[in-house]
Every structure is written in C-alpha cells, then in structure tokens.
C-alpha cells in the first residue's frame, strides 16, 4: 500500500509537471508576434518598415498617415491586445462578459452604464475633424488585421486561462468609439476635486462644524510654495466655504450624507486604470538654453499615476518618411495602447509634457426626487430614464435602470444596498427624498481626439495654444520646448463657469449644490482665450506638478483644490541653485533631479519631534535616528522607515477618531498642510481622542505617542536593532496582473503574470513620488509611471524609461524588462533620428500589403 501511495502521488506530480511545462512552453509563448522578417497585412498601401530596438519599442516607418496609423494599430494588437481588450470592456462597461460572474466585475459594469461613457464616445464621433477620424478608423483597421484568423489562444494567454472559467466569444473587432471611450477612463481618473468635494460633505457629517471641515482642507499657501506662473496675491476670487450653519437645514445633514455615502460608494467601483487618489500626481518642468549645457531647451516629465502591469504607457516612434500633405507626422513618445498618436513626447520641432492641472469639472448636485420626478426651481419634472442590460459571461444578464437629471446620472443608488434617494427627517412630498446626481465635462462630447494629433504635429507655440483649445478632458498642463529655444506653459481644458450665489450653500463647486435650484447650474465653460498661459518666461525655467496655476484671484477661477505645492517648489529649488551657481543644467541633471527623494514632511516635523523626551532606552532609539537623518527617503535608510511609521501614527491618533473610515488619512501633501497648522496650536481639538472619555489630549502627547508606537511596530516588523531597518523592506511594490493577478488564480500562473516585488526610495510630495497610503499600510501604490527627458539641442541625447515593459506577454523578454532600470532610478538612450533609430535596431518587421 506505501508503495501504490508513493507511486500514485510520483505519478499526480509528474502530471502537474507536465501541465506546468505545457502551460509555461506552450501556451504562454504561442501569443508571442513575429517582430522580424516580413507579413503580408490586408489594408496597407505600401510597404511599412517597423524597427524594434534592444527594450522590443516599435518605431513605425510608412508613406502615408493611413499607412502609419494602422501599423500602429497592428503592432500594438502584438504586444497588448489583451490589456485593449479589458479596456474597452471596463469602458463600455462590459467587464463581465469577460471575466464571468464576478461580483465587482458586475459592479463596475453598473457604475460605468450609469455614467454612460461608451454613450458619450459614441456621439463624440459624429464631432470629430475628418483626419481624426481617419486616423481612428485606420488605427481600428490595423488592430482588425492582427486579429484576422488568430484564435483567441494565439492572441493573449488570459483568454486561455480565463477559458477555462468561462466560456468566452471571440474578441469583436476594434472600432474607433473602442478608442474615443478610453478617452473617458483618461478623465475618468484624472477628474479634479471629485474625492474633495464628497470628503467635505462627509466630514461634516462627524465633525458638525464647517470651520473644522476648513481645517482639514487648508487653502493653497502660495508664498510658500509658487504656482506655476509668476505674479502677486491680488484682491479677488478666495475659496468659499460653508460658514453658514443652515447649511445643514437647506441641504439636509442625515439625509445628505446617506446620499453622498451611497454615491461614493458606487463610483469607487470602477477599476482604476490610469491613476487616482492623492497621491497621483506629475511633474513637469522645462528650462531654456540659456541655462543649458547645449544651449538648447530641456523638457522633463514624469506622470506619477498608477503603477500596474502592464504599463499604462507604450513606447512608440511613429514616422513619415517623407512628412508632406499625405503623412504629417514624424513624433516619438508615450502612447496609450488602444488609442493612435502619441499623448507624451516630442516631433522634431517640439516637446511636450503633460501634468494634471487639477481643475474642478466635477459637480454634484443633492437632488430633491418624488416618484420618477425631481425638483427644478418649484416644479416637479420628470426623470430622464433609460434600461441598461449587462450580459454576464456563464450567467444570467443583469438589468438596471437609469435616471438622470438636467445636470447628469443619478449615481446613488447605482449598486445593490445603497440608496438611490435617501429620505430626510421630517421630509414631505413638497420637500422629496435625496438622492446625488453628477455634473462631469467629460459626459458632454468634446474633442480631446482632435487635439492629440494636432499636438503631436505641432512645432511652435501658437499650435500648442490652438490645440488645447480643442483638448477638453481632463484638464491638463501642458509644458513644451522648440528646437527654436522657446519654452512655454498653456492650460488647456473645459473648465464649468459657475455663479455666486448668496446663500448657506457654497457655490464655487467645493460642496454638494442644491440640484432643485438653477441659480447653482454650471453657466458654460471659460473662454480657452482666458486660460493661463505663458511663453518664454523671465525666469528662463517653468515648473508645472500640480501646483496652483496662478496666485489666488488672479485668472479665471479653476478650483480650490490644488496639490499643495511642496514637490514643485523642491524642483524650484533645485533648479535656482544651478541657475544661482551658473552651472549648467544637463540631461543627468534633469535626470538626477526626477529622483530627488528629500522629504518635505520630515522637514516640518523632524525639529519638534527632536525637542520631545521619551527617555533615553528603547523607545527613543528610533528618535536618534532623526537627529542624524539628511530627511532622504533613500530605500536602505533607517532614519526614513522610523519616520514613515511616525508619520502613519500622528495621522491615526489624530483624525481617525473624527472623520469617517471612506476618508481616512492618506498621508498626502493635504495631510501635511493640516497638521502644519495644527502643529502651531497644540490643543487644538483635533489633537484630543475623543474616544478616551474625561480626558483631553495634546500635541505633544500625541507626537510622543506616536514615536513610541513606531518602535514597536517596527520592531516587531524589522527587528529590535535600528540598524536593521530599512525603508525599502517597508516600502514594496508588488505589480499584479489586473484580471490574473488576484487569489482566485492559480498561485503559478499568478507568479507568471505577477513580476517580484521591488524595494523602492520615495514618499508622497517628494519629487521621486511612489506614493503609499497610510490608512492602508506602507506599499508602494502610486508613482512615476514613466520618466523623460527630452534635449531640444540634439533629440537624440534624451532618454525615457517605463514602468515595466512594452509587451503584455508575460512570455516576452520585455514584459519587465525596464521594471529593474525604473526601480533603480535608470533610463534607456531614446533614439529619434533615422540613423540613431537603425543604430538601436535589433529586430526589423517588414510589413507588405
């Protein structure tokens, strides 16, 4: 019987061998393209050369613009279709008929049909210029001829894997809308003060006290910390804040905040694909050749969004080779896999970056609803409804329906247990019950795809500025440099225009409005003549990282919830320092500079929290290791693990006890704003717990409390010794796969999908941002998602590097393979020019018609 046993369980693991091998031999290399030699491609009408250096970056050669764009489309159809494909699905809000009954999956679905994205990009085709569309349709075209006679299998190994779950349709073919609606998940995570405006409300449902709200959302100090353009405070525009205590009355507290609850609760079930929540960010800054070592501009850029894998960016060149009326484009940068052009780089006359500019295009509006009625100034009118069914893949469909107002959906009540309307205490039928609906730019049709492809064809300052008339969602900055020797910053976007209105409620956008009274509808959209912008500045540099535009009261008003400046005044600094030394500023200076990992918030804190007694033994063994610290978050250092953990404490002890779980302290530079100002009023009663009855506790008990908290969580996490420490153990990013990533995959495939975990430098609102979030732990969730450097004098000295790869292929070679160099603080040589371009070549792919 031992021996059956033994042989029986020999024979069960030989088989799991096998099936391993076949699955890792097999079936995760079948999907890998053919990226040298020849193919033959339906639709092309000429020859199309695409060259792929030693990280597998495609550049694209071709004689005509159709030519150019359905390359593109089929070489990214190589390399991501899988990752298109799951977008489309999240944006058309179609996830579960990929990935099967899947309780979140449905969810999103439900959220994403509520707002009504695909709807949206559909009518924006009918706004689009002619050679958008164009390009749109051969881009469509070119992922369509990849896809032809290719089985699922053959396309990406998680149809394979999720097969095997499920039973799947073959991939539809790609349509433009497929790319215009990628657009909305673009503006989607990059909205504006969304969280802000739902946190105010939410906060004063525990604290029930505005000018304690206003404590947690400190205006912008920008002596202190520069806006982007130059200039002195001027009377005008301030933040307005509800200071009216009817605020409650006219709004209704309990049923306000059920409403904002169940709203906020909804739309945070959509899957977040480019990067939200406070610590995303991106900086940007350029400077003239008249501080340069080559007398040229430099431009540098690195969007601090969500790190994943793949990468949300893929590397591309996209080349005429002869640029004239029938191919306009000659442009190399950063893409969106799924969308044609190029959203980041440089042409040969022009380099640009973008960076969030953080403007309010959100509102929501606390309706008053009765029935299928709401109520609009007095009069009860009626909903606008619609049916939505969402097919779920091995199960049966799920139907919802929904309700709009004139300013947008209904997104309370929009998953299962929220409410849609919430009844207020000792309402009646003439007052109604709340409910949220959303006023958002990006459910109105624009022409944000008009504007990438005049960017990428763009070459002076004039065409920036006519292109961003055109690029209405999300609001940007955009930073940008001629090989002329011309910098400039321009603020594009559709920023809502609203009205003062007297009364309890605040009517600049950063509360909940009354929806039942018109006086509070958005009054357009400012002039794009009006918004900010600046060529050739005198300080001969320009710094864009989220920052406020522009001193307050000066300009059209944008919002009052910037980033509040503490990562774009270091870059300030840094600069001025070589400007001041006259030394000039070079590509490994705008590189070393992208990883400056110096730490504003130790810089607040660290002098008081060195004043403190906790004795001289254990506990204070981590303070000492303050008073050595150069405030780097290095990964080895000790001194940076101590503080994180500090830091983490102070916000616990300090705010968990009065505002609710869903807006827990980040640690963000928000965060750091407030607790400098309560650090000049130590009995200030955020400091006290309200949980410990009979007593009230201080600044110092609390700052105490938290240093000696941190020594022993630390100790327990790294061990007694303090030398042992190191913020990189603490401070790890674990990339996973975002439909095989999960638990529910088996452990193998995920440690194929899933690359190993990284240590990393960093913190939010520093310059190297690889946020984490302190409610949550101390992993890295946010950070460079790429990094640039563009050198104007000779384009191809500048050097780029991505987060992961530019394949989705967890089989290729360059699935991860940048993923070391970005940890590290690497970059890779950026080719531009067709002899550089064939100087990197490794692999040429001749593409025939």
């Not at 774009?568 to 590509?587: F, G, H, M, Y």
């Amino acid at each position: 019987m031992l021996r059956v046993g033994v042989t029986t369980v020999a024979v069960v693991v030989v088989l799991a061998l096998v099936a391993v091998t076949v699955f890792s031999v097999v079936v995760l290399r079948r999907p890998l393209p053919t990226t040298d030699g020849s193919l033959d491609v339906a639709g092309l009408e000429s020859q199309v050369t695409v060259r792929r250096d030693a990280q597998g970056v495609p550049d694209v050669y071709a004689s005509s613009d159709h030519d150019l764009f359905m390359a593109q489309g089929y070489v990214q159809a190589q390399d991501r279709f899988f990752e298109m494909d799951y977008r489309r699905h999240v944006t058309a809000g179609r996830l579960a008929e990929l990935v099967g009954d899947v309780p979140e999956a449905i969810d999103a679905d439900k959220v994403t049909r509520t707002l009504g994205w695909r709807h949206v990009a559909q009518q924006e085709w009918d706004l689009l210029d002619d050679s958008t569309k164009a390009n749109l349709q051969s881009y469509a075209q070119g992922v369509n001829a990849y896809l032809d006679g290719r089985s699922m299998g053959e396309t990406a190994v998680e149809y394979t894997v999720l097969g095997m779950q499920v039973d799947l349709d073959d991939p539809e073919r790609w349509d433009p809308v497929d790319s215009l609606a990628w657009l909305k998940a673009m503006a989607w995570d990059l909205r504006g003060n969304y969280d802000d405006e739902l946190d105010r409300a939410l906060s004063y449902s525990t604290l029930r006290d505005v000018d304690k709200v206003d404590e947690l959302f400190p205006q912008y100090d920008g002596v202190a910390n520069a806006p982007i353009l130059d200039g002195t405070d001027v009377a005008g525009a301030s933040a307005t804040s509800a200071r009216d205590a009817g605020i409650s009355d006219d709004l209704g507290t309990h049923a306000l905040t059920s409403a904002v609850s169940s709203a906020e609760k909804a739309l945070a079930a959509i899957p977040e694909l480019v990067g939200r929540g406070d610590a995303s960010g991106s900086n940007s800054w350029v400077v003239a050749g008249e501080h340069t070592a080559s007398g040229k501009p430099l431009l540098a850029n690195d969007p601090h969004l969500a790190l994943g894998v793949p990468s949300i960016w893929a590397q591309v060149g996209l080349h005429c080779t002869s640029v004239g009326p029938d191919c306009g484009y000659d442009v190399s940068g950063f893409s969106f896999a799924g969308f044609p052009g190029v959203m980041i780089g440089h042409n040969g006359q022009l380099a640009w970056g973008l960076t969030n500019m953080g403007a309010d295009v959100t509102d929501f509006f606390v309706e008053r609803v009765q029935g299928e009625d709401y109520l609009r100034d007095g009069k009860w009118v009626p909903l606008e409804t619609r049916k939505e069914t969402i097919r779920v893949a091995g199960s049966d469909p799920v139907t919802i329906d929904v309700r709009s107002t004139v300013h947008g959906p209904i997104v309370s009540g929009a998953l299962d247990g929220t409410d849609a309307a919430v009844r207020a205490p000792g309402s009646d039928e003439q007052i109604g019950d709340r409910a949220v609906s959303l006023r958002w730019t990006a459910l109105d049709p624009g022409h944000t795809a008009d504007a990438v492809f005049a960017i990428d064809r763009s070459s002076t300052a004039h065409d920036i500025r006519a292109a961003a008339k055109q690029f209405d969602v999300p609001a940007q900055n955009i930073v940008f440099a001629t090989v002329d020797g011309d910098i400039g910053y321009q603020a594009p976007g559709k920023v809502p225009v609203r009205r003062t209105v007297a009364g309890p409620v605040p009517s600049d956008g950063s509360w909940p409005r009354p929806g039942w009274d018109s006086r509070y509808d958005w009054q357009g959209y400012v002039d794009p003549d009006d918004m900010p912008r600046v060529v050739d500045p005198a300080e001969g540099f320009l710094v864009a990282a989220n920052q406020a535009v522009e001193p307050r009261g000066r300009g059209p008003f944008l919002t009052n919830d910037w980033d509040y400046g503490y990562r774009s005044q270091r870059i300030r600094t840094l600069l001025q320092k070589e400007v001041d030394a006259k030394r000039p500023v070079s590509v490994a200076t705008m590189q070393q500079m992208q990883l400056d990992d110096w730490s504003p918030f130790a810089d607040a804190l660290v002098p008081t929290l060195l004043k403190l007694d906790i004795g001289h033994g254990f506990d204070a063994d981590g303070q000492k290791l303050l008073a050595s610290w150069d405030y780097r978050t290095d990964e080895d250092s000790s001194a940076a693990a101590y503080f994180a953990a500090v830091w983490r404490n102070i916000l616990q002890l300090t705010f968990w006890d009065d505002v609710p779980a869903s807006m827990r302290p980040s640690g963000d530079s928000r965060w750091l704003a407030v607790v400098q100002g309560l650090m000049e009023k130590p009995r200030d009663a955020f400091w006290d717990d309200r949980t410990t009855l009979g007593l009230v506790e201080t600044r110092d008990e609390v700052l105490k409390k938290a240093m000696v908290t941190a020594r022993l969580e630390l100790t327990t996490e790294l061990g007694k010794r303090t030398d042992d420490w190191d913020w990189g153990r603490l401070h790890q990013l674990s990339l996973k796969h975002p439909v095989l990533g999960g638990d529910a995959t088996p452990t193998f495939v995920r440690g194929i999908v899933n690359p190993d975990a990284v240590q990393l430098p960093g913190s939010p609102s520093v310059v190297d941002a690889i946020g984490w979030d302190a409610a949550e732990g101390f992993a890295a969730t946010t950070g460079p998602s790429m990094r640039m450097v563009v050198d104007l004098g000779d384009l191809d000295r500048s050097s780029w590097v991505t987060v992961t790869g530019v394949s989705g292929h967890p089989a290729s070679d360059h699935y991860t393979d940048q993923l070391e160099a970005w940890a590290n603080g690497k970059t890779f040589a950026w080719p531009f020019g067709r002899e550089a371009v064939a100087s990197a070549t490794d692999d040429t792919l001749v593409l025939e018609p």
